[in-house]
């Protein structure tokens, strides 16, 4: 799934968000690197906390198939739509899902 993301609604038309939140995602997604230096006793308990250790390897696979300026050629494939109908599609996408399982219940 983390190769098909589609980011839809009204706060993924605000300018360069989709890019911010692919940078973010792929933020998470990389190792940290050690502390240097004297450490607090909070940042001495907190030092091997990774919480997203076992994710690490996904973020080359990354891809937001609605992202305007992908990295490496990952994403990009989704319509280029207008910023006023991303909602809409968000929205269509929503009414689908629901509709969709009250009908397998």
């Known amino acids: 799934m983390i190769s098909t993301i589609l980011v839809v609604g009204g706060t ?5 968000f989709i890019p911010r939140i692919r940078d973010t995602i792929l933020d998470a997604l990389q190792p940290k690197s050690t502390l ?8 001495w308990k907190k030092r091997n906390e990774e919480p997203y250790r076992e994710l690490y390897g996904l973020s080359n696979k ?10 490496d050629g990952r994403g990009g494939t989704a319509p280029r739509w207008t910023p006023g109908l991303m909602p809409w599609v968000g929205g269509s996408l929503a009414g689908y899902v629901f509709y969709s399982t009250a009908m397998l219940r």
């Open 12 to 16: 993924s038309s605000l300018p360069n």
């Open 36 to 43: 240097q230096g004297t450490l607090s006793i909070a940042q």
């Open 62 to 71: 990354l891809a937001i198939i609605n992202d305007s300026k992908p990295v």
